[in-house]
C-alpha cells in the first residue's frame, strides 16, 4: 500500500471514527427519552417520507428558500456518491464506479457537475439571504448559532469548488486558458485532499452543529404523528407504575419528541406564524426546541458520563430551561406545528410540561385555577348552573332528547353556546337553518356536560378525563350515532379525541354540516346581502381539521356578498388568541392576539368579519371594540349570516 493510499485510510478511520462515536453518543441521549411505538401505519409514513423528504413538500411554502434547499438536498445524495468513489479511490488508487457501465456512469459524472454549480448557487444565495436580506424569523439566538451557519455554509462552499475543480483539472476547460500539465496535477491533487478532508471535518463536526438535521431530519419525518393533527394523547391515569405525569424533567419526553430536538434546523418558519411570537411574547417555538436540544446534549453528556454533580441535573425542565410564562403563552394554534420542514410537534411537548406544572406541582395561572374550580363544580368553564344549559333553546322550541329521543342528530351545543348570550344567537341561527332544512336534531339540554378539550390543553389531563366520562354517559344513554357541533374545540374533541376513551360519533362541524344542506337543495340562497366579507380561519377546523374551502363557498354563493382574503389564511391563518385555554386567562404579556388579527382583517376594509367558532367570535368582537370599530364593522358567525339570505 502507498503513503497516499495508507494516510487516507488513517484519516477515513478516524473521521469514520469520531463521527460514529459522537453520533453513537446522540443515541445515547435519545434513550433517555420514554419509549414509544413509532413503528405503526408504515405505508402511511412511507408515503408521508417520500413527499416530504424526497418531494421537500414543505420546504416549498417559502419559494426561494424552498428551492435553494432542495437543490443543496438533492445535490448531497448525488455528490455524495462520488465522494464514496474518491475516498474508495484514495484507498485503492484506480477504483471507480465505472462498473455501472454507460449511460448510468456517465450521467452521474454529469449530474456531479451540474449540481456542484446548482449547489454552489444555492450557498451563495443563503449567504446573501443571511447578511444582506436578514428575515426577521432568522434572528441570532447565540453568538455558537450566528457562526454554525456560516461555517457549515463555508464548508459546503468548500466542498463545490473543490469537486469542480478536482473534475475541471481533468477535462479540457483549464487546459484551454493555459494551465500546463504540471498545475492541472496541482490543481487535482490539492483539490482532491481539500475535498477529502473537508468531507472528514464535516463528518466529525456535525453532531455538534445545528446542521444535525442532514441526519435527523429524515428519521423525524418519517417518525411524525400519523393520527388526526388535533388529537392530544392519552395519558393512562390508572397506571400504577407512572408515578409521574406531564413532562417535569427530560427524561419525562418520548425519545421522539427528544429527536425533534436533533431535527430542528433554526430555520425560524415556526416563529414566522405563531401568535404569541408576534406579539413580543416569551413563548417563542424555536427556542423552546432550541433549549430542549441544548439540555438534551448537557444533562444527556452528564448521565452517560456519569457526572454526578454536574449542574444540568438538578435543572428543572418548567423554569430553568423552559420559562413558565413561556409554557402558559401557547394557545395550541398549531401554526409551528404546520410550518415545520421537518415535522417537529411543538404543542404536544408544551401541553405535557403544562400537566407537570398542573398536576405535579399545582402550578397554574391564576384564572386557571378559578376555571378548574367551576368545571369541577359546574361542568363549565363560566362558572354559570348546569341546569341553565338549555334555557335558550325553549324560546325557540328546540326539543331535548329527554323529550324525543327519536332524532337523527345530537346538536352538542357546548358550553360557549350554552351561557354565553353572543354564542347562544348563533346556536339560535343554526337551530332554525336545521329546521328550516328539515333536519332532525335535538339537544341534551342541562344533561350536556363539558366535553373537557379546554381542560386537558391547560394541563389538567385528571379534569379533562372526568368532564370526558361524564360526558360519555350521557351519550351512550342515549345512543347517540351522529354529533351536530357549532364549536370547532367541541367538534375537534369529539370527534379526534374521544375514540381513545372508547366514543366513536360521526361528527359534524356546522360549517361543513350547512354546505352539505346547500349542496342538496335543502337550504337555498336567495336573498342579497350587500356587504364587504372576510373570513377568519378558526385554528381547530382550518389547520387541525383542514377544513377550509366549506365556509367560502357558502360566502361566495350569497348574491352581493364582496368576500376579501386577509394575508394570512387557512393554513398560514392567524390564531385570535383564545386557544389553548387561553380564552380564560388574562394575556398579561406583549400585545394582544385579537387585536392583532382584527387589525389585518381592518386592512381589507370589511363591514362584516365572519368566522365560524364562538371563541373567534368573542376575541374579534373584543378586537374591533379595542379598535373602536365596533359600530362599523360587524362580527358574525356563519350560521348567522346564512340565516338572512336563506328563503326560511
Known sequence: MSLRS????????????????????????????????????????????????????????????????????????????????????????????????????????????????????????FLFRRIVLKPK?????????????????????????????????????????????????????????????????????????????IVAAAPNVFFTTVGPRGRLKKIDLTDEKQTTFGAGKLEDFSWKQLLDSYA?????????????????????????????????QDKGDAIVTHQEDHPSLLKK??????????????????????????????????????RYLVLMEGKMEAEAQK????????????????????????????????????????????????????AQKVAEAFSRLLRNAGVSFGILGDEERCNGETARRLGNEY?????????????NKYHVKKILTTCPHCFNTLKNEYPDFDARFEVYHHSTFLKKLIDEGKLKISKEIQKKMT???PCYMGRYNASFEEPRQILKQIPGAQVSEMRRIKKKGFCCGAGGGRMWLEEKRGSRINVNRVEEALETAPQVIVSSCPFCL??????????????????????????QTVRL
Open 6 to 125: 495508507l494516510l487516507v485510510l488513517v484519516f477515513t478511520l478516524i473521521g469514520f471514527g469520531i463521527g460514529f462515536f459522537n453520533f453513537f453518543r446522540l443515541y445515547q441521549y435519545l434513550r433517555l427519552g420514554k419509549a414509544e411505538n413509532r413503528f405503526d401505519h408504515l405505508f402511511k409514513r412511507t408515503k408521508i417520507f417520500i413527499i416530504n423528504v424526497l418531494g421537500q413538500k414543505r420546504m416549498f411554502k417559502d419559494l426561494l428558500p424552498g428551492i435553494a434547499h432542495t437543490t443543496i438536498f438533492w445535490g448531497f445524495i448525488v455528490i455524495t456518491v462520488g465522494t464514496i468513489e474518491l475516498i474508495m479511490g484514495g484507498v485503492i488508487p484506480g477504483f471507480n464506479f465505472s462498473f455501472l457501465g454507460d449511460p448510468v456512469y456517465s450521467a452521474l459524472l454529469a449530474l456531479q457537475d451540474i449540481f456542484y454549480c446548482f449547489v454552489l448557487l444555492a450557498v451563495f444565495y
Open 137 to 213: 424569523r432568522l434572528e441570532i439566538l447565540s453568538r455558537h448559532s450566528a457562526w454554525d451557519a456560516y461555517l457549515i455554509l463555508t464548508l459546503i462552499g468548500i466542498l463545490m469548488v473543490s469537486g469542480l475543480l478536482l473534475t475541471g483539472s481533468s477535462g479540457p476547460l483549464l487546459q484551454s486558458i493555459g494551465f500546463s500539465q504540471p498545475s492541472l496535477r496541482v490543481i487535482s491533487e490539492s483539490s482532491w485532499w481539500i475535498h477529502f478532508l473537508t468531507v472528514m471535518g464535516f463528518l466529525c463536526y456535525l453532531p455538534f452543529s445545528k446542521h444535525l438535521h
Open 264 to 296: 430542528c434546523t433554526e430555520c425560524g418558519r415556526c416563529n414566522e406564524f405563531c401568535p404569541t411570537y408576534n406579539t413580543g411574547k416569551p413563548l417563542k417555538p424555536r427556542s423552546i426546541i432550541v433549549d430542549i436540544r441544548q439540555h438534551l
Open 317 to 354: 425542565l418548567a423554569d430553568d430551561v423552559i420559562s413558565v410564562d413561556a409554557i402558559w403563552d401557547c394557545t395550541t394554534c398549531g401554526a409551528c406545528v404546520e410550518a415545520c420542514p421537518v415535522f417537529i410537534e411543538h404543542v404536544d411537548a408544551i401541553v405535557d410540561m403544562r
Open 371 to 422: 376555571t378548574f374550580a367551576n368545571w369541577e363544580t359546574y361542568s363549565n368553564p363560566y362558572g354559570f348552573s348546569p341546569q341553565t344549559r338549555g334555557e335558550w333553546a325553549k324560546e325557540i322550541g328546540v326539543k331535548t332528547l329527554a323529550e324525543n329521543p327519536d332524532v337523527e342528530y345530537l346538536y352538542y351545543v357546548g358550553c360557549a353556546a350554552s351561557f354565553d348570550k353572543r
Open 463 to 475: 379534569l379533562g378525563q372526568q368532564l370526558i366520562d361524564e360526558n360519555k354517559k350521557v351519550l
Open 535 to 537: 373570513y377568519h380561519d
Open 618 to 643: 368573542t376575541m374579534i368582537t373584543d378586537g374591533l371594540n379595542a379598535k373602536n370599530q365596533e359600530k362599523t364593522v360587524s362580527a358574525l358567525d356563519l350560521a348567522e349570516i346564512l340565516e
